[in-house]
């Protein structure tokens, strides 16, 4: 539970103290008061970024150097006081309890958090990178494996598009090199595709359940993982596609190249539904979200609403 937030300099919010207590916590205000900006500082501290794609030389307030997070977290018997200072041209550093983490991704799974807005639609209606986002943002959280294992193949894998891009010529390539890479490629991409397959199979549940509840039972909702890694092995994969890989001077396979397909009534959403279906899928994808977290940790993850209610209909707002 967060018992306390400091935020200062993080966009339009210069200096704000919160305190917090159990259940269900409403912050109202006008238009461009820094209510988004709030909840967003508060995933910032649980997740080290922000849940919207600003960089984070975007997340300091304009005229300012720095930001500052400080949050205060009961967790059982515990407490946890957290602080994360960004200098856009120095780096970021999280601490804990007074100590700084040797590395950001150690911080990752200690405060789970889920955030719903109406940015969110692009999870529904954006490039199938949107949806590997989610993906990768809701396993780290519960699995270090995981998220050690992405970090290592995206290194990897912009090694290899480097190696296609090097030479003039496909022949002067060095396939050596090339296959060197694609060794080393295959555990950490193995991994991400089985905790992948797990976890949309974990979520696939819940994701229908949500839905039929919020839409009063009126369509049906499912969820698909879409990998190539499904039909063969990572290093059969990658000789199958590696002509095409040498010609277009790009990685034509694997994780990085997955989708989270979203059906309604067996088609693609994006097709045909509505904006309210659209918002649907988009709350019961991220309530969802919060059940898995939560089966996996045992804890509760923060779950930051904004503007719930934009593009529903009264009788979903209801359900």
Same mark, same amino acid.
């Given at each position: 539970?967060? #018992? #306390?937030?400091?935020?200062?300099? +993080? %966009?339009?919010?210069?200096? =704000?103290?919160?305190? +917090?207590?159990?259940?269900?916590?409403?912050?109202?205000?006008?238009?461009?008061?820094?209510?988004?900006?709030?909840?967003?500082?508060?995933?910032?501290?649980?997740? *080290? &970024?922000?849940h919207f794609r600003y960089g984070d030389a975007a997340t300091v307030k304009q005229g300012e150097k720095w930001l500052r997070v400080a949050g205060r977290f009961s967790m059982g018997t515990k407490t946890e006081r957290i602080a994360l200072k960004l200098q856009p041209r120095k780096g970021k550093t999280v601490e804990r309890n007074g100590a700084a983490y040797a590395s950001l991704a150690e911080h990752i799974g200690l405060l789970p958090a889920v955030m719903i807005s /109406?940015?969110?639609?692009?999870?529904?209606?954006?490039? /199938?990178?949107? !949806? !590997? &986002? +989610?993906?990768?943002?809701?396993? @780290?959280?519960?699995?270090? =494996?995981?998220?050690?294992?992405? $970090? @290592?193949?995206?290194?990897?894998?912009k090694l290899r598009n480097a190696l296609l891009k090097s030479t003039e010529h496909p022949l002067q390539l060095d396939l050596t090199l090339l296959h060197t890479y694609d060794k080393q490629l295959e555990g950490p991409a193995t991994l991400i595709y089985e905790r992948r397959k797990v976890f949309?199979?974990?979520?696939?549940?819940? +994701?229908?359940?949500?839905?039929?509840?919020? @839409?009063?039972?009126?369509?049906?909702?499912?969820?698909?993982?879409? *990998?190539? $890694?499904?039909?063969?092995?990572?290093?059969?994969? $990658? $000789?199958?596609?590696?002509?095409?890989?040498?010609?277009? %001077?790009? *990685?034509? =396979?694997? /994780?990085?190249?997955?989708?989270? #397909?979203?059906?309604?009534?067996?088609?693609?959403? &994006? &097709?045909?539904? @509505?904006?309210?279906?659209?918002?649907?899928?988009?709350? =019961?994808l991220r309530l969802a979200q919060a059940r898995v977290l939560k089966a996996h940790n045992d804890k509760v993850p923060l779950l930051l609403l904004d503007d719930l209610f934009d593009r529903l209909d009264p009788s979903r707002v209801q359900y």
């Open positions: 539970m967060l #018992e #306390e937030l400091s935020v200062a300099h +993080f %966009r339009n919010l210069k200096d =704000a103290t919160l305190s +917090f207590g159990e259940g269900i916590h409403l912050i109202g205000g006008a238009n461009g008061m820094g209510k988004t900006n709030l909840l967003d500082a508060i995933y910032y501290l649980c997740l *080290t &970024r922000s /109406p940015a969110d639609i692009e999870l529904a209606i954006g490039g /199938p990178e949107e !949806r !590997r &986002r +989610f993906l990768d943002q809701t396993i @780290s959280q519960y699995d270090s =494996a995981y998220l050690k294992a992405l $970090m @290592s193949y995206n290194r990897l894998l949309v199979a974990d979520l696939k549940t819940d +994701f229908e359940l949500l839905y039929k509840s919020i @839409s009063g039972d009126k369509e049906v909702a499912d969820v698909a993982y879409q *990998t190539k $890694m499904a039909d063969r092995l990572y290093g059969e994969l $990658m $000789m199958r596609y590696r002509d095409q890989d040498v010609v277009m %001077r790009r *990685t034509n =396979a694997g /994780p990085h190249r997955d989708e989270l #397909e979203l059906l309604i009534n067996g088609q693609n959403l &994006r &097709r045909y539904a @509505s904006q309210g279906q659209l918002k649907t899928v988009v709350l =019961a």
